[in-house]
């Protein structure tokens, strides 16, 4: 079955940091582009961020440039989402997602995690 299920969001003061986790299973990673996504309440689901499976190059909204980075481990087939100085404007729910086209638009992706609250507060 294939699978993303994220984890680490949570509750956070302005300026701080968060590390969200997502867990791939039933497919390998390297094999998709993969994205971080977001929605606020109210507000359609935007890119935040997204690594291209043909040369390995991270993607940014500019929203997130220089505070938000994005990794991955091959060997645990594992998706990370390192955000620094947060703002009361990141607050959303974070979803992982796997896709075959290489634009970070959530109609590009068609395998998505469940999802996980972030909140930034002052």
């Known amino acids: 079955e294939v699978q993303l299920v994220e984890s680490g969001g949570g509750l956070v003061q302005a300026g701080g940091s968060l590390r969200l986790s997502c867990a791939a299973s039933g497919f390998t990673l390297s094999d998709y582009n993969i994205g971080w996504f977001r929605q606020a309440p109210g507000k359609e689901r935007e890119g935040v961020s997204g690594i291209s499976r043909s040369n390995g190059e991270a993607s940014y909204a500019d929203s997130v440039k220089d505070r938000f980075t994005i990794s991955t481990d091959s060997a645990k087939n594992m998706i990370y989402l390192q955000m620094n100085n947060l703002k009361l404007e990141d607050t959303a729910v974070y979803h992982c997602?796997?896709?075959?086209?290489?634009?970070?638009?959530?109609?590009?992706?068609?395998?998505w995690g469940q999802g996980t609250q972030v909140t930034v507060s002052w």
């Open positions: 997602a796997a896709g075959n086209i290489e634009i970070l638009h959530p109609s590009f992706f068609g395998t």
